[in-house]
């Protein structure tokens, strides 16, 4: 069974940093296109990074460059996203997913990922 479990979320200060963990079962990730999403109370979901298991590539969105890291373990099948200096409007479900591929510019287009998990709460607040 495919399945992608992600973890690491919680309530941290403004400022403060979180390591969520994406990690996949049933399958390598092997030339697959990894993202995170992000969804804040009674918004849409958005696509915060992306990494191409194949040769490394990332994306992110302007919100979160140079704050928040993409990395993957190819040897624990597992992505990571390091998020540091963390802001209230980065409050919300954090969701990885993963499609056969390379991520691309289009890498924020949730309707293109086949395989996602349940997601992991994070909330920054005071």
């Known amino acids: 069974q495919l399945q992608l479990v992600e973890s690491g979320g919680g309530l941290v200060q403004p400022g403060g940093s979180l390591r969520l963990s994406c990690a996949a079962s049933?399958?390598?990730?092997?030339?697959?296109?990894i993202g995170w999403f992000r969804q804040a109370p009674g918004k849409e979901r958005e696509g915060v990074s992306c990494?191409?298991?194949?040769?490394?590539?990332?994306y992110y969105a302007d919100s979160v460059k140079g704050r928040f890291t993409i990395s993957i373990d190819n040897a624990t099948n597992t992505v990571y996203l390091q998020m540091n200096s963390l802001k209230v409007e980065d409050t919300g479900v954090f969701y990885c997913?993963?499609?056969?591929?390379?991520?691309?510019?289009?890498?924020?287009?949730?309707?293109?990922?086949?395989?996602w998990g349940q997601g992991t709460h994070v909330t920054v607040s005071s």
């Open positions: 997913a993963a499609v056969p591929g390379w991520c691309s510019g289009s890498y924020s287009s949730d309707g293109d990922y086949d395989y």
């Open positions: 049933g399958f390598t990730l092997d030339y697959y296109a």
């Open positions: 990494i191409s298991s194949s040769d490394g590539t990332t």
